[in-house]
């Protein structure tokens, strides 16, 4: 009876790494290893070699490699059925512990046979451990079933695989992580007959649950003692960004619609851009979209959002003669009668900024009528009627989207609320779901999962979307297979499935990471560039100057080249001549090269011309002495402080003589002395340095080497208090560049960038030092009350920006106008209540997917850059001028209050 039960309790073994099974040495030798979970120098014993003979049981290569070695042992035979009692002195139950079992297992290639060691029939060439254990497991090796066949078994998830191994087969079912338990639906030769899970009675009509770990063992017992069959079935849990990441490298590439959306929603989720959709394909179908005869409303919205997901601006597309076409525009000029297609209608154009109430009333309209009174958008076939929670989900998502925004341009937001909370109601409904949480089939769930999503509504664990057996949350991570998702859980994985559950499963991965709402469909805070056609011949070249909205102009062997907007040029293989020119600037001519691969690629190239004030008065020239010291790109290991080496084998010019006007800036020096030694950089605003180029290719930027490093500058050995286009040279002044590890470790100053243009004052706040580049800006927005201190003497330069301060500072600039209503934030508090109102009544703040503004939360650079841009629109500039002025913009991922000062005074300086 031991020998029995041993047999049986062999199925709780841990699951690890599973050894590679030997069939391919059929006929070989067969290795015999003896070891001990206990301590003691008697063991390891081996490897033994045993050689092989035809029908060689396990215990034949046993025993003979035993014997060979002389290693004693103990073993009794009943039956025909052998039992190993001692191996070299270690008995079973040595120690006198009888409460849980002490003895010796065996695995044969990683794999604990379901069946006794003298019936397990070798091959040849296998790996047999024999292993001492106290809690009936063996490490690294997994349970195998019986020779009976496992056809039949079924779980409610997961995928069962079978594969051949000593003394039968190995059962594996993989499961997706998110899946607590499953149950057994189903088992060999069908129901009716005695079950058995983990040795307790298991009543297959109303089935239990079965919990989950990964490496444990799911025990299924067949037919009545003692013709009773074991299945022992060895659970495997896919780690869920195993899972996704699989998935996505699976989408690399593809160019099917909705694939932008999914890789750019799983590139949120796990913060890499490494997969992407084939942009070319899709930039192409949206340019056919949007330049067909009939405007197809469904085919015109997945473009739109496809190409927002991928950064190309869907108003913005070159067909191959050159006419800018725009998906907005298409799609406004498009019919929707449906309400499959209205959802991702009214997505697109919530998100295009180009839209008329008019037009989203009425796509509105399509799913209102068509939501019905239950608002399961029913349908009806061959006389039944039937709900439609898929269509209900999508419906959901959009909705959501408007529901929850800020402010109400179109005037729907109250009819998107109603809409989305009629939605909610009816998913609850309990008959809607079966007994595993599941709406019918993984698409389904997947769609309702993702509109949960928008609606900030946790898909996990809402008991209103949850029954006993699973939420759709698990139901359709159910349906996952090791090629993708399936329909139901029983079926083979298919495309559709996997494309909609992959959209799904990303949602509630950003949603479970705290992103709440999340909005698959939302790419608002995506900056976007031109998108061209694969006919279209050339490549896109955008001049980004400073000052921002230079003029240029371009030729090409004399002729000038037509722009496509000013500074955005699409250009064929040759050498072009340009000149940027300026009111109150020296104007800058130079030379650009197109080769055939960018002309063919259509790969954008950026031309970053700075120009230099003319000359500030005085006659002659002056001679001044020019050196920068650069840097390796070495990130944050290595600090390098010029101010305690001097730049030691870092120099990259080292003591030029550069002759200028009289009158000529720090700058001035430095532009032409890098122009004349072969040297490019980036100037994104005046005076704000962010990278240099030298000859040999390197580019060294602000941030590169660590959180405080960037470029400074010094005159005569000092850091002048005036950003660098400001400071005025003198005739034998020595000008020194420099990049530096911790601007904080440096003589007073803090990173390179901008000063602004506006008249220094006195220095009012203590923890701004006067040498400091900022302190121009901080006190001219003081000076202007634009900007306040932190305390009475104190402004807190290195403090990040919130969002709150952001919108007041804004207000303040442009002289703190009172709204006709308060906005429809929940969240704003009274100390800035007057600048929110405002802001949000003039579509220069908007909020997040939940409805509210999070005015305590930093800034990001990209939030500042959107708001500074509404600003300049808002004060009359072009929309294209204020998205130059914006795009040439560099600000810190931290965007600090003194950085924001520079930039604030800029855009103040420019606008006036």
């Known amino acids: 009876m031991k020998r029995s039960i041993l047999s049986l309790l062999l199925a709780i073994a841990m699951a690890c790494t599973l050894i590679p099974p030997a069939w391919a040495a059929e006929g070989g030798g067969v290795t015999v290893r003896v070891a001990s979970a206990t301590q003691g120098g008697e063991f390891p014993l081996g490897p033994f070699e045993a050689a092989y003979t035809q029908d060689m049981s396990a215990w034949d290569a046993v025993k003979a490699a035993l014997e060979e070695n002389h290693v004693p042992y103990s073993a009794t035979d009943s039956g025909g059925s052998v039992y190993i009692s001692s191996i070299n002195g270690l008995t079973e139950y040595s120690s006198g512990d009888y409460s849980s ?238 309400c499959y297609s209205a959802p991702y209608v009214l997505l697109a154009l919530e998100q295009s900024g180009k839209a008329t109430s008019e037009k989203m009333s009425g796509v509105l309209s399509q799913m209102e009528a068509a939501a019905g009174d239950d608002f399961l958008f029913s349908y009806s076939w061959e006389g039944i009627t039937y709900p439609s929670p898929d269509t209900a989900g999508a419906v959901l998502a959009a909705v959501s989207l408007c529901a929850g925004g800020a402010s109400d341009p179109y005037g729907i937001r109250g009819r998107c609320s109603a809409l989305r909370d009629g939605i909610l109601d009816a998913l609850a409904e309990d008959s809607l779901q079966d007994r595993f949480g599941s709406y019918g089939n993984s698409c389904t769930d997947a769609m309702v999962v993702t509109g949960l999503c928008a609606a900030g509504v946790d898909p996990t664990a809402d008991e209103r979307f949850t029954t006993e057996g699973g939420s759709p949350y698990t139901a359709l991570l159910s349906c996952a297979k090791e090629d993708g998702f399936s329909l139901t859980p029983g079926a083979e994985a298919d495309d559709f499935s996997t494309e909609q559950c992959f959209r799904a499963l990303t949602a509630a991965a950003r949603f479970l990471k705290g992103e709440n709402p999340c909005n698959v469909y939302d790419f608002t805070a995506f900056a976007s560039e031109p998108g061209y056609a694969s006919s279209v011949s050339g490549c896109p070249v955008v001049f980004s100057t400073t000052p921002a909205g230079a003029e240029v102009s371009l030729t090409l062997a004399g002729v000038p080249v037509e722009p496509l907007s000013p500074g955005r040029y699409i250009l064929d293989e040759g050498s072009y001549s340009y000149s940027v020119s300026a009111g109150g600037y020296a104007a800058k001519s130079g030379t650009l090269t197109v080769s055939s691969q960018e002309a063919q690629q259509h790969k954008t190239l950026r031309v970053n011309v700075s120009l230099v004030h003319a000359s500030g008065g005085g006659s002659g020239t002056i001679t001044v002495s020019f050196t ?37 800036s720090a700058f001035a020096a430095f532009d032409q002395a890098l122009t004349d030694a072969g040297l490019t950089y980036v100037e994104p605003s005046l005076s704000y340095i962010s990278s240099v180029t030298n000859t040999d290719g390197t580019t060294l930027s602000e941030l590169d080497n660590g959180a405080l490093s960037g470029w400074q500058y010094l005159v005569n050995g000092s850091s002048p208090t005036t950003g660098c286009r400001n400071h005025t040279l003198r005739s034998g002044d020595q000008v020194v560049f420099y990049y530096t590890d911790d601007y904080s470790r440096e003589t007073g100053s803090e990173q390179w960038s901008g000063g602004g243009t506006t008249a220094p004052g006195t220095v009012r706040f203590e923890d701004v030092e006067a040498d400091s580049v900022y302190v121009r800006a901080i006190e001219a927005m003081a000076e202007a009350g634009y900007m306040t201190g932190t305390g009475e003497k104190t402004f807190s330069p290195g403090e990040e920006l919130t969002r709150a301060q952001a919108v007041t500072v804004l207000w303040r600039m442009a002289g703190s106008p009172e709204a006709t209503a308060a906005s429809a934030f929940p969240d704003g508090a009274d100390w800035y209540s007057g600048a929110l109102d405002w802001a949000a009544e003039e579509r220069i703040a908007l909020g997040y997917g939940d409805g509210c503004f999070h005015g305590e939360r930093p800034i990001s650079a990209r939030e500042l850059k959107d708001l500074l841009l509404r600003w300049a629109v808002f004060q009359g500039w072009p929309h294209s001028k204020a998205e130059a002025w914006a795009e040439q913009l560099t600000l810190p991922d931290r965007v600090t209050r003194a950085a924001a000062a520079a930039a604030f005074d800029d855009l103040a300086a420019q606008v006036k």
């Open 101 to 338: 079992y002490h003895g010796w297992m065996f695995a044969v290639d990683g794999v604990i046979p379901s069946a006794g060691i003298s019936s397990v029939v070798l091959s040849g060439g296998e790996d047999i451990l024999l292993y001492y254990s106290t809690d009936f497991t063996i490490p690294g090796a997994v349970s195998g079933s019986g020779g009976e066949s496992a056809g039949g078994l079924a779980f409610s998830a997961g995928e069962l695989a079978s594969v051949p191994a000593a003394g039968g087969s190995l059962l594996t079912l993989s499961v997706a992580e998110g899946v607590p338990y499953v149950l057994l639906t189903g088992v060999p030769g069908g129901a009716g007959q005695s079950v058995q899970v983990n040795y307790a009675d298991y009543d297959l009509s109303a089935p239990s649950r079965i919990p989950l770990s990964n490496g444990g063992v799911i025990t299924v017992g067949v037919g009545a003692y003692p013709d009773t069959v074991y299945y022992n079935v060895n659970v495997s849990i896919r780690p869920q960004a195993e899972l996704l990441s699989g998935l996505a490298q699976g989408y690399d590439g593809r160019s099917a619609p909705w694939t932008a959306v999914d890789l750019a929603s799983y590139g949120l989720y796990a913060g890499t851009t490494a997969f992407s959709a084939d942009a070319q394909a899709v930039i192409d179908d949206a340019v056919a979209a949007a330049s067909a005869q009939v405007p197809d409303d469904a085919a015109l919205a997945k473009s739109f959002l496809d190409l927002r997901a991928l950064g190309v601006d869907p108003d913005t597309l070159i067909s191959a003669d050159g006419t800018v076409l725009s998906v907005t525009d298409a799609l406004m000029g498009s019919t929707t009668n449906s």
């Open 628 to 664: 920068l010291v650069g840097d390796s790109l070495h990130g944050g290991g290595t600090t390098h402080i010029y101010k305690h080496d001097k730049g030691a084998g870092r120099v990259w010019l080292s003591k030029r003589e550069v002759s200028l006007p009289a009158g000529s």
